[in-house]
């Protein structure tokens, strides 16, 4: 059975920095990809970010483009979220997802609540 473990997520006011975490049982490398998305209240889930197990090639949402990095340590069958420069409507829960292709989804994680705010 697939597990998604995620860690690291918080209170960070504007500006600052948290990174994400999620560990999978067993091989990382039965997955295609790994990747975010959150889920901010009343509002849909979307993709923050993602990353192929075999080559690291990733893709961000436009919102977080340039402040946000996704990178996994295949050693660790981890895939991490260091998220920069932080803004309130960042807020949301954070989900761990992997899957076969770039829409990830089939395997998800428990989320983990970001909030930020003064």
């Known amino acids: 059975q697939v597990q998604l473990v995620e860690s690291g997520g918080g209170l960070v006011q504007p500006g600052g920095s948290l990174r994400l975490a999620c560990v999978t049982s067993?091989?990382?490398?039965?997955?295609?990809?790994m990747g975010w998305y959150r889920q901010a209240p009343g509002k849909q889930r979307e993709l923050v970010a993602a990353?192929?197990?075999?080559?690291?090639?990733?893709k961000y949402a436009d919102s977080v483009k340039g402040r946000f990095t996704i990178s996994t340590d295949n050693t660790k069958n981890t895939v991490y979220l260091q998220m920069n420069s932080q803004k309130p409507e960042d807020t949301a829960v954070y989900y761990c997802?992997?899957?076969?292709?770039?829409?990830?989804?089939?395997?998800w994680g428990q989320g983990t609540q970001v909030t930020v705010s003064s």
């Open positions: 997802t992997a899957g076969g292709t770039w829409v990830l989804g089939d395997y």
């Open positions: 990353v192929t197990v075999s080559t690291g090639t990733t």
């Open positions: 067993g091989s990382i490398y039965r997955f295609f990809a």
